[in-house]
């Protein structure tokens, strides 16, 4: 190819060839083998716009002027090195949506979309940095990473927190008494105050700030529900009644998130063969009366904890006075009937529950087929998952109806029987929850009893909506 000088006002034109630039043997109109540059990418004089980025830019490529990626053509922006670095002051506006799956920008602005990194929680990164965000597809929720675990957004680790308040049973005499403890530290448990009238086999849930006791014994059937504000010591005041059935009911499950209560099934004495499937709720921070939820997938006497999303109800006596193994789960912000979560790892009824925000675990009860066995059994799930529970390892001592509390650390169990019909003892027993272990004493109750209702300020439960 001849080499031409031209000036600067001299006209010239190329009909049907082509023009190389580095090479004598150009494969286009114009063909450009090397680097080009400018001195002004984004004026006049230089390259003003361009409508696709494809391929790789020389190593670290640094944008010394503001960038917009509009809604043109799009096509990867990428460097040798992984560095596309932005200077301070500089930002870049994505105008469409633009995916940007990893890096580090000081400032960006987002006009219409942006989709961050999701999937489920077996497709979490296995060494994810701390802050890290995601949208996890199996809690329906945002999650970030807190440097040591997951949590749902709005959660929180419980610092500054950590009362478990305990209401009600049976001494063997029923009594209103309400204690509770400081479940980060260890020692005996603390007069509370009252609820408005003596019973036993309440069941409690709580928001951060308020604990709530619905249903029982006294001796006849309770519906009411009650409420405390946790960090105040003080007696109960009525917050509402129970959705169904009127006569009231014992013995339920009993989770909470950080806006709704929820009770399901209990002991029924009209209801056939003894047994309620009935879940029902209330918005925590109200006062008024529960509202229909769903059922469970068959009535029976249970126990439940949760996670910010999950409620999870464990098995428990059924009709025909026989446990079931099964454990049911529902989804707290929505409506609706339970779902089979899976199996506890022994059959039991009158078991302990608790949870931080990752793992649930029930503590100790009793097995009636073929006899009345009370064990020390402690067992867990992971709560955002389906499946059987684990061994987790024993309590102190065998007992049932055994109240449960927790924050997102260290569970407690605390009271209890040791025997049928009862042998009451103060016992206070913990773990800690990431872990597996066997229980370590805590400290004492005020008094031997059983059946008491429990709550905290701090449980697995809050955070969700």
Same mark, same amino acid.
């Given at each position: 190819?001849?080499s031409i000088r031209?000036?600067?006002t001299?006209?010239?034109n190329?009909?049907?060839e082509?023009v190389?630039?580095?090479?004598?043997?150009?494969?286009?109109r114009?063909?450009?083998?090397?680097q080009i540059?400018?001195?002004?990418?984004?004026?006049?004089g230089?390259?003003?716009?361009?409508?696709r980025?494809?391929?790789?830019?020389?190593?670290?490529?640094?944008l010394?002027?503001?960038?917009?990626?509009g809604?043109?053509?799009?096509?990867?922006?990428?460097s040798?090195?992984?560095d596309?670095?932005?200077?301070?002051?500089?930002?870049?506006t994505?105008?469409?949506g633009?995916?940007?799956?990893?890096?580090?920008?000081?400032?960006?602005?987002?006009?219409?979309?942006?989709d961050?990194p999701?999937g489920?929680?077996?497709?979490r990164?296995?060494?994810?940095?701390?802050?890290s965000t995601?949208?996890?597809?199996?809690?329906?929720?945002l999650?970030f990473?807190?440097?040591?675990?997951w949590?749902?957004?709005?959660?929180?680790?419980?610092?500054?927190?950590?009362?478990?308040?305990?209401?009600?049973?049976?001494? %063997?005499?029923? =009594?209103s008494?309400?204690? *509770? #403890?400081?479940?980060? /530290?260890?020692? !005996?448990?603390?007069? @509370? &105050?009252? $609820?408005?009238?003596?019973?036993v086999?309440?069941?409690?849930?709580?928001s951060?700030t308020r604990?709530?006791?619905?249903?029982?014994?006294? %001796?006849?059937? =309770?519906?009411?529900i009650? *409420? #405390?504000?946790i960090? /105040?010591n003080? !007696?109960s005041?009525d @917050? &509402?009644? $129970?959705f169904?059935p009127?006569?009231?009911?014992?013995?339920?499950a009993?989770?909470?998130s950080s806006t709704?209560?929820?009770?399901a099934?209990?002991?029924?004495?009209?209801?056939?063969a003894?047994?309620?499937?009935?879940?029902?709720?209330?918005?925590?921070s109200?006062?008024g009366?529960?509202?229909?939820?769903?059922?469970?997938?068959?009535?029976?006497?249970?126990?439940g904890?949760?996670?910010?999303?999950?409620?999870?109800?464990?098995g428990?006596?059924?009709?025909?006075?026989?446990?079931?193994?099964?454990m049911?789960?529902?989804?707290?912000?929505?409506?609706?009937?339970?779902?089979?979560f899976?199996?506890?790892?022994?059959?039991?009824?009158y078991?302990?529950?608790?949870?931080?925000?990752?793992?649930?675990?029930?503590g100790?009860?009793v097995i009636?087929t073929?006899?009345?066995?009370?064990?020390?059994t402690?067992?867990?799930?992971?709560?955002?998952s389906?499946?059987n529970?684990?061994?987790?390892?024993?309590?102190?001592?065998?007992r049932?109806l055994v109240?449960?509390?927790s924050?997102?650390?260290?569970?407690?169990?605390?009271?209890?029987?040791?025997?049928?019909?009862?042998s009451?003892?103060?016992?206070i027993?913990y773990?800690?929850i990431?872990?597996?272990?066997?229980a370590?004493?805590?400290?004492?109750?005020?008094s031997?009893?059983?059946?008491?209702g429990?709550?905290s300020?701090?449980?697995?439960?809050l955070?969700?909506?």
């Amino acid at each position: 190819m001849p080499s031409i000088r031209i000036g600067f006002t001299t006209d010239f034109n190329l009909v049907r060839e082509q023009v190389g630039i580095g090479t004598t043997l150009p494969t286009a109109r114009l063909d450009v083998r090397g680097q080009i540059l400018s001195d002004n990418s984004a004026g006049s004089g230089g390259v003003s716009t361009i409508t696709r980025y494809d391929g790789f830019l020389n190593k670290e490529q640094r944008l010394a002027d503001n960038v917009s990626i509009g809604q043109t053509s799009k096509g990867n922006l990428n460097s040798i090195s992984g560095d596309i670095v932005i200077p301070s002051g500089k930002e870049i506006t994505v105008s469409s949506g633009t995916p940007i799956a990893a890096g580090r920008l000081d400032s960006l602005t987002v006009t219409n979309a942006f989709d961050l990194p999701h999937g489920g929680t077996l497709e979490r990164e296995e060494t994810p940095e701390k802050g890290s965000t995601r949208f996890n597809q199996d809690l329906g929720q945002l999650e970030f990473y807190t440097g040591t675990e997951w949590r749902t957004a709005a959660s929180y680790d419980g610092s500054g927190r950590g009362r478990g308040v305990f209401a009600g049973g049976n001494t %063997p005499t029923v =009594v209103s008494t309400i204690q *509770y #403890i400081n479940i980060s /530290s260890l020692g !005996n448990s603390q007069d @509370f &105050g009252s $609820l408005t009238a003596s019973r036993v086999f309440t069941s409690g849930c709580s928001s951060s700030t308020r604990g709530l006791y619905g249903g029982g014994l006294n %001796p006849a059937l =309770v519906n009411i529900i009650e *409420y #405390i504000t946790i960090a /105040s010591n003080s !007696n109960s005041i009525d @917050f &509402g009644d $129970l959705f169904s059935p009127a006569s009231g009911r014992y013995i339920s499950a009993s989770c909470s998130s950080s806006t709704r209560g929820i009770w399901a099934g209990g002991y029924v004495p009209a209801a056939p063969a003894g047994y309620s499937n009935v879940i029902d709720y209330v918005t925590i921070s109200t006062i008024g009366n529960a509202l229909d939820f769903g059922d469970l997938i068959i009535p029976k006497m249970t126990s439940g904890f949760s996670s910010p999303t999950r409620g999870i109800f464990s098995g428990g006596y059924v009709p025909g006075s026989t446990i079931t193994q099964n454990m049911d789960f529902i989804t707290i912000s929505s409506t609706g009937n339970a779902v089979l979560f899976g199996e506890m790892n022994v059959r039991r009824s009158y078991s302990a529950s608790l949870s931080n925000s990752v793992r649930g675990i029930f503590g100790g009860g009793v097995i009636v087929t073929p006899s009345s066995v009370i064990v020390n059994t402690i067992d867990y799930v992971t709560i955002a998952s389906t499946g059987n529970a684990i061994s987790f390892g024993d309590m102190s001592q065998a007992r049932r109806l055994v109240a449960g509390s927790s924050t997102q650390i260290r569970g407690v169990f605390a009271g209890g029987g040791t025997s049928v019909p009862a042998s009451q003892v103060n016992t206070i027993d913990y773990v800690t929850i990431a872990s597996t272990g066997n229980a370590q004493d805590f400290g004492d109750l005020t008094s031997v009893i059983q059946g008491m209702g429990a709550c905290s300020d701090s449980h697995g439960g809050l955070g969700g909506f």
